[in-house]
């Protein structure tokens, strides 16, 4: 019978078993091409991870969540690898999006997490790191044409400084083509911040930010291109 | 009946004249003094006359010292700043991984300024409230530490991946949250509420839970000589409270706002104290009758358990709540019965 190892896969990141769940991915990888393992083992596992984060169910804590991001981590350094060996890119890129946490805001964990997974789905991201303003998030996306900014808060403190983002945006007529998506602890206990503070959405869990991240792209893609803005 | 006399009432399951409550306004008390919030929460006294004010101008039964975390990973070396109108958090950490957090000094709680800041505040509300107002000293579990000394991200990975160097820096964490603990109660304080996060399924998985984090609290409480209050600290606590259940010194569980007060009692039975469950920092956006609508319905919930303390959840209460809405709670108690003393 046939190996379940998207099942086996999930099992070991429910366990927080970093290293059997790479031990997982090296099975499945035994006469298959590497370049496969993202759309074919890694994505949909980890799709199916978020929906259980989500429901907050099948065992699933922030540990493990961590975990999730530390496998696709893993699988993505050694995808860079062979394509490098092999002078071959390795993934087929979306974006470019931005992630960081906003002004006065010191806790990377989640921002962290988010990139790792959005990265596993393909997107090039632009990780700001901690504490940054909305002129250099901003700044950043004019820079190289992201269309999503990823914004993150952990306490309704900083959380408000979304806020000063979103004047940011709107004060240099980008609001539609750059979209919003904010996260953070204090947005999922009060999922009713992300319209009062002006996001455009928000994931209840790290591993659900690439499908917001693709919805908010394809908002971003019904807006006027700015001025100069050579359209894929 | 007095505060103390109220709350100790709740504690043995006996009836009192009201309700009890508790609202964390461990910021708030700078904005009824007009103090800075950085002389608040630098200067004892200056925070002390801010609990004074709280208890004067809506009289809760119990009053805190610093809800000031930071100042734990301060006194490991971490470096803790913010905006001047918020509470100090920790920006940068004393250090990077477990391994060299445990090359760190043991904090002296008879020396370092932050810890003596937060002992000061406990001895003055004491010494003013003695047999009359229950002092409660903040503090987080040892599994709580690290996230203030080294970041949440290198202490999963210690915890999750290399066990051995978790146990030892709990183990040290422990020595110093003893101390500090204890310190504190010969201060005055006259229990401790403290999160144990990393103890919550929430945050670890069950493995973790059973074969660490739970050990390390039964270690720790029981070195600790008095009453301890566990806070939820942001994470649902009502599904995982049987992980929590008969530890040493525990008397009590403030839990998150929303939570299923009957099924907490359901899990713990009889005798320990259930604090909750109005959510604090949402104060700010209610109006003053939607914050009595919320608080009747808290109190007719609790009206059948003896053991209820209304409180606040959550973090602490924001700048800005407009005092109506505090003062909605203290009308919401008094209606329940038996005025302010």
């Known amino acids: 019978m046939d190996r379940n190892y998207s099942r086996d896969l999930l099992k070991a990141i429910q366990k927080a078993d970093r290293a059997g769940a790479n031990a997982v991915v090296d099975a499945w990888a035994a006469g298959r091409s590497f370049h496969q393992v993202i759309p074919e083992l890694l994505a949909p596992t980890l799709?199916?991870?978020?929906?259980?984060?989500?429901?907050?169910?099948?065992?699933?804590s922030l540990a493990t969540g961590y975990v999730a991001s530390k496998v696709a981590e893993d699988v993505l350094s050694r995808l860079l690898l062979e394509s490098a060996s092999r002078e071959a890119p390795a993934l087929p890129a979306k974006g470019p999006v931005l992630v960081g946490n906003v002004e006065d805001?010191?806790?990377?964990?989640?921002r962290k997490m988010v990139a790792a997974f959005l990265r596993a789905a393909g997107w090039e991201v632009h990780d700001l790191g901690v504490d940054i303003g909305p002129e250099q998030f901003v700044d950043k996306a004019e820079e190289t044409g992201a269309r999503v900014i990823g914004a993150s808060a952990m306490m309704f403190t900083t959380a408000k400084n979304v806020e000063k983002l979103r004047e940011e945006i709107d004060r240099r007529g980008l609001r539609g083509r750059l979209q919003l998506a904010v996260g953070g602890a204090v947005f999922k206990l009060r999922p009713e911040l992300v319209e009062a503070f002006g996001g455009d959405g928000t994931a209840a869990s790290a591993a659900?930010?690439?499908?917001?991240?693709?919805?908010?792209?394809?908002?971003?893609?019904?807006?006027?291109?700015v001025s100069g803005e050579v359209r894929p | 009946m007095n505060s103390l006399e109220r709350v100790l009432a709740a504690l043995q399951g006996q009836p009192s004249d009201r309700p009890p409550f508790l609202l964390n306004l461990s910021l708030y008390g700078s904005q009824l003094t007009g103090a800075p919030v950085k002389a608040h929460f630098a200067d004892p006294a200056i925070f002390a006359e801010g609990q004074m004010a709280v208890r004067e101008v809506f009289g809760p039964d119990l009053l805190l010292s610093p809800f000031l975390v930071s100042a734990l990973g301060e006194a490991f070396g971490s470096r803790a700043g913010g905006p001047p109108e918020q509470a100090p958090n920790v920006r940068a950490f004393a250090a990077d991984s477990a391994s060299a957090a445990l090359r760190l000094p043991l904090p002296d709680v008879d020396g370092h300024p932050r810890l003596l800041y937060l002992r000061e505040t406990i001895r003055i509300l004491s010494r003013k409230y003695e047999g009359e107002v229950p002092v409660i000293g903040l503090l987080v579990s040892p599994l709580d530490?690290?996230?203030?000394?080294?970041?949440?991200?290198?202490?999963?990975?210690?915890?999750?991946?290399?066990?051995?160097?978790?146990?030892?820096?709990?183990?040290?964490?422990?020595?110093?949250?003893?101390?500090?603990?204890?310190?504190?109660?010969?201060?005055?304080?006259?229990a401790l509420a403290l999160t144990a996060n990393l103890a919550n399924r929430f945050m670890v998985p069950a493995e973790v839970v059973a074969g660490i984090s739970r050990p390390a609290l039964e270690r720790a409480f029981g070195q600790i000589p008095g009453p301890i209050i566990v806070h939820h600290g942001g994470c649902p606590l009502v599904p995982h409270l049987a992980d929590f259940a008969g530890l040493p010194q525990v008397v009590g569980f403030l839990v998150d706002a929303g939570e299923d007060l009957a099924a907490a009692r359901t899990t713990l039975g009889p005798g320990p104290l259930l604090l909750g469950n109005l959510d604090g920092p949402g104060l700010a956006d209610l109006t003053p009758g939607q914050v009595r609508v919320l608080c009747e319905r808290a109190l007719a919930a609790g009206s059948r358990d003896p053991q209820f303390i209304l409180a606040t959840s959550g973090a602490d209460v924001p700048l800005g709540t407009p005092p109506e809405c505090l003062q909605a709670i203290t009308e919401s108690i008094c209606l329940a019965g038996g005025g302010l003393r």
């Open chain 1, 47 to 60: 799709e199916t991870f978020g929906k259980l984060w989500a429901q907050g169910s099948g065992g699933v």
């Open chain 1, 105 to 110: 805001d010191f806790h990377p964990l989640g």
């Open chain 1, 208 to 225: 659900e930010a690439p499908a917001l991240f693709e919805r908010l792209w394809q908002q971003s893609l019904t807006f006027e291109p």
């Open chain 2, 145 to 190: 530490l690290p996230p203030l000394i080294i970041g949440l991200e290198a202490w999963l990975d210690a915890l999750l991946f290399r066990p051995d160097e978790a146990r030892a820096l709990i183990d040290r964490c422990t020595a110093f949250f003893v101390q500090l603990g204890t310190a504190m109660l010969q201060d005055g304080a006259t």
